[in-house]
Structure formats: structure tokens, C-alpha cells
């Protein structure tokens, strides 16, 4: 499983695109974390993520995608939000 280390903001829909050639060049955690899914994808696939939301952590799987029309590489895929853990008190 990869872990993103910067938080992202999901759709609606549950649906999460990162572009992996952004217009403006990235920094710190999010440059991080791109290297890191361009690294996952090095073979086909899909890939199970966590990363932490505006709302919480979240847990998904994403697979990369090669889009004709604007050329754009991006990793997409769905994610929900991470089960509550077990309480522990009665």
C-alpha cells in the first residue's frame, strides 16, 4: 500500500485524479508523493493508496491513466473514507 504524505481533496463522487505532469512545478510533500505513485506505476497496474483528506484519512485504489485527448497522464481511481478503529472500552 502507498502512503501519500500531502492532503488531497476528493470529489463528490468519491473519485481522486492526480495529475503526473502538473502545468506548475510541484514542492514539497506533493512532489513527494507524485514521485512516489510515478515510481508504483513503473509496472502496469493498480496500486491501493492512503492519504490523509480534509476530512479524514482515506483509502482507495488508483490506476494510472494515458488520456488521448489532452495528453495529460494522470492516476485516478476510488476511495472512501477509513473505518473508525474498534473501541477498546466497553
Not at 505532469?21 to 512532489?31: C, D, N, Q, V
Amino acid at each position: 500500500m502507498i502512503e501519500l504524505h500531502a492532503t488531497y481533496t476528493v470529489s463528490p463522487n468519491k473519485r481522486l485524479s492526480i495529475l503526473a505532469a502538473p502545468a506548475e512545478p510541484l514542492s514539497g510533500a506533493w512532489a513527494d508523493d507524485l514521485a512516489t505513485l510515478n515510481d508504483a506505476f513503473a509496472t502496469p497496474g493498480s496500486r491501493e493508496v492512503r492519504f490523509r483528506s480534509p476530512f479524514g484519512w482515506m483509502h482507495g485504489v488508483l490506476h494510472e491513466k494515458n488520456a488521448l485527448r489532452d495528453r495529460r497522464r494522470t492516476f485516478e481511481g476510488h476511495v472512501w473514507f477509513q473505518p473508525a478503529a474498534p473501541s477498546t472500552t466497553p
